[in-house]
């Protein structure tokens, strides 16, 4: 394990990008993104995604220098094609939509299809809240041809993917930030430990045979599936982002078939001023914020702490201790860039 400036990872993630075909602009967006993945201490959406979309360029998957596009368009919503272009920049588009239309008639809600990986969702739902807006996004729906990596509840074999939403929300000095895969862990947090060769902390997959197990290989390299989070609860609500993001968004892809299903985005951004004083939501918000702050801790814990403050804090130790990155992951992104002449300066 080594640790490195943001600047320094940024630098090394645009340019392994940039050699495998992305324009500038876009290959150092995503690499901002991937590396505040690592700051606030989610490497699972970090540089370990590297390998797999340069590997989705050099297959023709995912289209570099791709410009989504509105398919289609109504005064609060709109329906943008990604044209199978890097999820993030996707996303963006559909954000900066919502966001203007929100912010004109109080409500938008905006869906993407053609998708490649999004990231972490709460990089959306978190620039809407700083810009005043109540901001929910969601994603799901199997690309078709991909049998996924969550198996429902009562199953032993992957059905979908892990399905994930994000809520945030401007609440006085701070944000309100959720976001979590309906999964019981992300596809990338078991990526991770298989990456620093450990086991999980409880079981969270299941193998082929359908036990549970802590082995993050059962996933990654055997064919297991991760199990839902909550049990039935967690299997419910990704059954209704499956229908929300895959049904209703991805199956508007134009060449879908009956029956085919695509991956898909949903986003909905709300103006608080819509129901009363934009200031008045946040003054109310923030008093939640203390009341719950107050409520003493349980044993263990040394406080209570607001969703997003997590991570808000460990961007704060990133910034001073420097961002913290596996050999196995350093490793790997070296060998990339000797493939593609390139000397990385770590």
């Known amino acids: 394990m080594r640790s490195f400036e943001a600047a320094t990872l940024e630098g090394i993630a645009a340019a392994l990008l940039g050699a495998a075909g992305s324009p500038a602009p876009a290959a150092g967006q995503v690499a901002e993104m991937l590396v505040w993945s690592e700051q606030i201490g989610h490497s699972s959406h970090g540089l370990l995604r590297i390998p797999d979309y340069v590997g989705r360029i050099e297959k023709g998957l995912l289209v570099p220098d791709a410009s989504p596009t509105i398919e289609r368009e109504t005064a609060t919503t709109a329906l943008i094609d990604g044209q199978w272009g890097f999820g993030q920049m996707s996303t963006l588009a559909g954000m900066d939509w919502a966001m203007d239309k929100a912010r004109d008639v109080g409500t938008a809600t905006v869906g993407v299809y053609h998708l490649n990986h999004v990231g972490r969702l709460g990089d959306f739902t978190e620039m809407g809240a700083r810009a005043g807006l109540i901001t929910l996004v969601w994603t799901g729906g199997a690309p078709t041809g991909v049998k996924g990596d969550t198996a429902p509840f009562g199953g032993k074999q992957p059905v979908w993917g892990t399905n994930p939403m994000a809520i945030a929300m401007p609440t006085g000095d701070q944000l309100f930030s959720i976001d979590f895969a309906t999964s019981i862990i992300a596809h990338g947090k078991a990526s991770a430990a298989a990456a620093r060769g450990v086991e999980l902390d409880e079981e969270y997959l299941m193998d082929v045979a359908g036990k549970p197990t802590r082995d993050p290989r059962a996933l990654t390299e055997r064919g297991g599936a991760i199990r ?43 103006d608080p001023a819509c129901f009363g004083s934009a200031q008045g939501f946040q003054q109310a918000a923030a008093a939640i914020v203390d009341k719950v702050k107050a409520c003493p801790p349980a044993a263990g814990f040394d406080e209570v702490l607001i969703p997003g403050e997590p991570e808000y804090r460990q961007s704060i130790r990133s910034q001073e201790l420097g961002v913290s990155v596996p050999d196995p992951v350093i490793d790997e992104l070296t060998k990339l860039g000797h493939k593609y002449g390139l000397t990385l300066n770590w």
Do not use: T
């Open 228 to 270: 839902p989070f909550g049990e039935h609860k967690g299997y419910g609500l990704a059954f209704a982002i499956e229908l929300l993001c895959g049904a209703l968004i991805g199956g508007a892809a134009p060449e879908m078939k009956p029956g085919e299903v695509q991956n898909g985005l949903f986003i909905l951004a709300i």
